[in-house]
């Protein structure tokens, strides 16, 4: 009987410990990777080394020999990619060692592998049915960030002065949807103190990039209460009226 005690004993501390191993195994394959660093996946065997060096020194990407628009280069590698490559990473990886033959070509696949990551990621965030449309643009713009630091963010997404007023547009349909029966006053006060965050000491440059459906698109969100029952007639005298006033207070 002690026998078979023991045997059971040494049984159970088997089973216990299995059972912890695979546990553990089950951690770090599957739970782990779903809290990685967004970077993490940026790299691939071939590029992991390259994207590291170039975190030291990103200026390179900006030098003689490198394309001139990184973002359109990359969405013209992507197209290539999966029209012509069928998706094979590997034929992508060829044709940039065999146009760039040196460390270039590496240099660029790593920038690449890092793109798709935040393509695909951003993909995931857009489909999303739990966010609004403001909450999916900050996401994927707050992952842009993290992914391509510094420097390697402002080459392949240089500012531009259309990117506020699309913002702008978002912020504020958003917050009608938060708050559907809020009156125009307070829309436009909450507006005007976002423009004021996003313009900074830019706001003449974006001016000249305001298009006119920029304000119409603006006033008819503001003003959407007001203007529910009024005619087409009436409606575009008042949005003709509001958008002047609000050009007014916009830029006073």
Do not use: C
Request: neutral net charge; hydrophobic residues 35%; aromatic residues 14%.
């Amino acid at each position: 009987m002690p026998t078979n005690k023991k045997k059971i004993t040494i049984l159970l501390l088997i089973t216990i410990l299995l059972s912890f191993l695979l546990g553990s195994l089950v951690y770090i394959l599957f739970l782990k990777k779903t809290n990685a660093d967004p970077k993490e996946s940026s790299f691939d065997s071939r590029s992991e080394i390259y994207w590291k060096r170039l975190q030291n020194r990103p200026e390179v990407l900006g030098s003689v020999g490198y394309p001139n628009d990184l973002r359109d280069f990359l969405e013209t590698l992507r197209g290539k990619e999966s029209f012509l490559w069928n998706g094979d990473r590997d034929e992508t990886y060829r044709y940039l060692l065999s146009e760039f033959p040196d460390e270039r070509g590496h240099i660029l696949y790593a920038v690449y592998v890092a793109y798709m990551n935040w393509k695909e990621k951003s993909k995931e965030i857009e489909s999303s049915t739990s966010l609004t449309s403001y909450e999916k643009l900050t996401a994927v713009n707050r992952l842009k960030e993290e992914i391509f630091p510094g420097v390697i963010h402002q080459l392949i997404f240089p500012k531009h002065p259309t990117t506020p007023p699309t913002i702008l547009v978002s912020y504020l349909e958003d917050y009608i949807q938060r708050n559907p029966y809020s009156y125009a006053r307070e829309r436009k006060r909450i507006f005007l103190r976002k423009k004021e965050e996003l313009y900074q000491k830019e706001k003449w440059d974006i001016q000249t990039w305001e298009s006119p459906n920029f304000y119409r698109q603006v006033v008819s969100l503001i003003y959407e209460r007001e203007m529910k029952e009024m005619t087409e007639e009436e409606k575009t005298f008042y949005l003709t009226s509001k958008i002047e006033e609000l050009k007014s207070d916009f830029w006073n």
